[in-house]
Protein backbone atom coordinates (compact mmCIF):
# COMPACT_ATOMS: atom_id res chain seq x y z
CA UNK A 1 0.00 0.00 0.00
CA UNK A 2 1.26 3.73 -0.93
CA UNK A 3 2.19 5.21 2.28
CA UNK A 4 0.01 8.56 1.46
CA UNK A 5 -2.58 6.21 1.31
CA UNK A 6 -1.68 4.38 4.22
CA UNK A 7 -1.46 7.48 6.15
CA UNK A 8 -4.93 8.75 5.03
CA UNK A 9 -5.86 5.06 6.50
CA UNK A 10 -4.56 5.49 9.98
CA UNK A 11 -5.96 9.15 10.32
CA UNK A 12 -9.46 7.69 9.75
CA UNK A 13 -8.59 5.00 11.96
CA UNK A 14 -7.53 7.57 14.50
CA UNK A 15 -10.70 9.70 14.06
CA UNK A 16 -12.45 6.62 14.29
CA UNK A 17 -11.07 5.76 17.73
CA UNK A 18 -11.74 9.17 18.83
CA UNK A 19 -15.27 9.17 18.08
CA UNK A 20 -15.60 5.66 19.54
CA UNK A 21 -14.11 6.71 22.20
CA UNK A 22 -16.67 9.85 22.82
CA UNK A 23 -19.33 7.03 22.22
CA UNK A 24 -18.05 4.98 25.23
CA UNK A 25 -18.01 7.89 27.14
CA UNK A 26 -21.72 9.26 27.05
CA UNK A 27 -23.10 6.11 26.41
CA UNK A 28 -23.41 5.03 30.06
CA UNK A 29 -24.30 8.61 31.28
CA UNK A 30 -27.03 8.63 28.73
CA UNK A 31 -28.31 5.22 29.49
CA UNK A 32 -28.35 6.16 33.01
CA UNK A 33 -30.63 9.21 32.55
CA UNK A 34 -32.79 6.94 30.41
CA UNK A 35 -32.88 4.02 33.95
CA UNK A 36 -33.41 6.80 35.88
CA UNK A 37 -36.61 8.06 34.38
CA UNK A 38 -38.35 4.76 35.56
CA UNK A 39 -40.41 3.57 32.49
CA UNK A 40 -40.31 0.41 31.20
CA UNK A 41 -39.62 1.45 27.94
CA UNK A 42 -36.87 4.07 29.07
CA UNK A 43 -35.17 1.28 30.96
CA UNK A 44 -35.27 -1.01 28.12
CA UNK A 45 -33.24 1.63 25.88
CA UNK A 46 -31.36 2.33 28.78
CA UNK A 47 -29.98 -1.13 28.24
CA UNK A 48 -29.54 -0.90 24.85
CA UNK A 49 -28.12 2.06 24.58
CA UNK A 50 -25.08 0.73 27.48
CA UNK A 51 -24.56 -2.30 25.55
CA UNK A 52 -24.71 -0.45 21.83
CA UNK A 53 -22.34 2.09 23.35
CA UNK A 54 -19.46 -0.24 23.70
CA UNK A 55 -19.85 -1.84 19.96
CA UNK A 56 -18.11 0.85 17.97
CA UNK A 57 -14.91 0.46 20.21
CA UNK A 58 -15.04 -3.03 19.85
CA UNK A 59 -15.51 -3.23 16.10
CA UNK A 60 -12.90 -0.86 15.67
CA UNK A 61 -10.66 -2.46 18.01
CA UNK A 62 -11.02 -5.79 16.10
CA UNK A 63 -10.71 -3.71 13.10
CA UNK A 64 -7.26 -2.76 14.36
CA UNK A 65 -6.21 -6.01 15.28
CA UNK A 66 -7.17 -7.72 11.90
CA UNK A 67 -4.81 -4.79 9.97
CA UNK A 68 -1.58 -5.32 12.03
CA UNK A 69 0.25 -8.03 11.17
CA UNK A 70 1.55 -11.52 12.30
CA UNK A 71 3.72 -10.36 15.48
CA UNK A 72 1.06 -7.73 16.61
CA UNK A 73 -2.13 -10.40 15.80
CA UNK A 74 0.00 -12.69 18.15
CA UNK A 75 0.33 -10.12 21.04
CA UNK A 76 -2.88 -9.32 21.06
CA UNK A 77 -4.41 -12.60 20.75
CA UNK A 78 -1.99 -13.77 24.03
CA UNK A 79 -3.25 -10.66 26.00
CA UNK A 80 -6.91 -11.41 25.38
CA UNK A 81 -5.91 -14.86 26.34
CA UNK A 82 -4.44 -13.60 29.27
CA UNK A 83 -7.38 -10.92 30.32
CA UNK A 84 -9.95 -13.70 29.66
CA UNK A 85 -8.46 -15.88 32.18
CA UNK A 86 -8.20 -13.14 34.72
CA UNK A 87 -11.74 -11.68 33.87
CA UNK A 88 -12.87 -15.75 35.20
CA UNK A 89 -10.84 -16.13 38.08
CA UNK A 90 -11.73 -12.65 39.54
CA UNK A 91 -16.01 -13.58 38.24
CA UNK A 92 -15.10 -16.63 40.17
CA UNK A 93 -13.60 -14.90 43.40
CA UNK A 94 -15.92 -12.48 43.71
CA UNK A 95 -18.61 -15.14 43.37
CA UNK A 96 -17.24 -16.88 46.39
CA UNK A 97 -16.60 -14.05 48.60
CA UNK A 98 -20.11 -13.09 48.01
CA UNK A 99 -21.86 -16.49 47.97
CA UNK A 100 -19.77 -16.63 51.73
CA UNK A 101 -21.06 -13.30 52.71
CA UNK A 102 -17.52 -11.87 52.97
CA UNK A 103 -18.58 -8.77 50.55
CA UNK A 104 -22.09 -7.43 49.08
CA UNK A 105 -22.41 -8.00 45.01
CA UNK A 106 -19.89 -5.36 43.66
CA UNK A 107 -20.79 -2.90 41.07
CA UNK A 108 -20.44 -4.39 37.38
CA UNK A 109 -18.72 -0.74 36.67
CA UNK A 110 -16.10 -2.04 38.46
CA UNK A 111 -15.93 -5.66 37.24
CA UNK A 112 -15.89 -4.34 33.96
CA UNK A 113 -13.00 -1.27 34.97
CA UNK A 114 -10.50 -3.84 36.47
CA UNK A 115 -11.35 -6.57 33.70
CA UNK A 116 -10.31 -3.37 31.13
CA UNK A 117 -6.79 -2.52 33.40
CA UNK A 118 -5.77 -6.19 33.25
CA UNK A 119 -6.02 -6.11 29.54
CA UNK A 120 -4.13 -2.81 29.33
CA UNK A 121 -1.73 -4.50 31.36
CA UNK A 122 -1.58 -7.77 29.65
CA UNK A 123 -1.14 -6.14 26.20
CA UNK A 124 1.60 -3.89 27.25
CA UNK A 125 3.39 -7.21 29.67
CA UNK A 126 3.09 -9.28 25.89
CA UNK A 127 4.57 -6.59 23.81
CA UNK A 128 7.53 -6.19 26.36
CA UNK A 129 7.96 -10.20 26.54
CA UNK A 130 8.23 -9.81 22.34
CA UNK A 131 10.93 -6.80 22.52
CA UNK A 132 12.91 -8.09 25.00
CA UNK A 133 15.99 -10.27 23.68
CA UNK A 134 16.32 -13.64 25.42
CA UNK B 1 14.83 -20.28 15.31
CA UNK B 2 17.99 -18.44 15.49
CA UNK B 3 18.31 -15.45 12.58
CA UNK B 4 20.84 -12.91 10.62
CA UNK B 5 18.36 -10.44 10.13
CA UNK B 6 20.17 -8.10 12.64
CA UNK B 7 23.23 -8.50 10.83
CA UNK B 8 21.84 -8.43 7.39
CA UNK B 9 19.62 -5.15 8.40
CA UNK B 10 23.14 -3.62 10.00
CA UNK B 11 25.02 -4.06 6.82
CA UNK B 12 22.07 -2.11 4.78
CA UNK B 13 22.21 0.44 7.49
CA UNK B 14 18.63 0.65 7.64
CA UNK B 15 16.27 0.63 10.87
CA UNK B 16 14.03 -1.74 12.39
CA UNK B 17 10.81 0.79 11.00
CA UNK B 18 12.76 0.30 7.39
CA UNK B 19 13.15 -2.92 7.09
CA UNK B 20 9.44 -3.09 8.48
CA UNK B 21 8.24 -0.84 5.88
CA UNK B 22 9.90 -2.69 3.35
CA UNK B 23 8.56 -6.05 4.06
CA UNK B 24 5.33 -4.38 5.29
CA UNK B 25 4.96 -5.40 8.89
CA UNK B 26 5.53 -3.25 12.22
CA UNK B 27 8.58 -1.94 14.03
CA UNK B 28 7.62 -4.40 16.59
CA UNK B 29 7.52 -7.27 14.01
CA UNK B 30 11.52 -6.23 13.53
CA UNK B 31 12.27 -6.37 17.14
CA UNK B 32 10.39 -9.93 17.78
CA UNK B 33 12.10 -11.58 15.15
CA UNK B 34 15.38 -10.47 15.79
CA UNK B 35 15.27 -11.20 19.23
CA UNK B 36 14.00 -14.61 18.49
CA UNK B 37 11.19 -14.16 20.45
CA UNK B 38 8.88 -14.62 16.86
CA UNK B 39 9.25 -16.92 14.45
CA UNK B 40 7.66 -15.28 11.22
CA UNK B 41 5.50 -17.25 8.66
CA UNK B 42 6.38 -18.89 5.52
CA UNK B 43 5.25 -15.36 3.31
CA UNK B 44 7.25 -13.13 6.08
CA UNK B 45 10.40 -15.26 5.45
CA UNK B 46 10.59 -15.37 1.90
CA UNK B 47 9.84 -11.58 1.51
CA UNK B 48 13.13 -10.82 3.79
CA UNK B 49 14.83 -13.91 2.11
CA UNK B 50 13.72 -12.27 -1.74
CA UNK B 51 14.69 -8.46 -0.03
CA UNK B 52 18.34 -9.22 1.35
CA UNK B 53 18.96 -11.69 -2.11
CA UNK B 54 19.68 -14.62 -0.29
CA UNK B 55 18.26 -17.73 0.28
CA UNK B 56 16.21 -17.87 3.30
CA UNK B 57 18.52 -20.52 4.79
CA UNK B 58 21.06 -18.03 5.27
CA UNK B 59 18.54 -16.06 7.72
CA UNK B 60 16.70 -18.64 9.50
CA UNK B 61 18.75 -21.77 11.17
CA UNK B 62 16.73 -24.49 12.97
CA UNK B 63 18.28 -24.77 16.83
CA UNK B 64 18.66 -27.95 16.47
CA UNK B 65 20.49 -27.45 13.35
Not at chain 1, 12 to 20: D, E, I, M, N, P
Not at chain 2, 5 to 34: K, T
Not at chain 2, 48 to 59: C, K, N, Q, S, Y
Request: with cysteine.
Amino acid sequence: MEINQQFRRNVRTFYAWVGSMVILGVAPVAASRLIEHGATWSRALGVIVGVVGFVPWLALLFVIIRRADEVMRRIHLIAIAITATFGLLLLITIGWLVHAWFIEPPDYAFVCLAWMIAWLIALLATQRYYERAR
Amino acid sequence: MKNRLRELRAARGWSQIELGARVGVSRQAIIAIETERFDPSLPLAFKLARLFGVPIEDIFEADGK
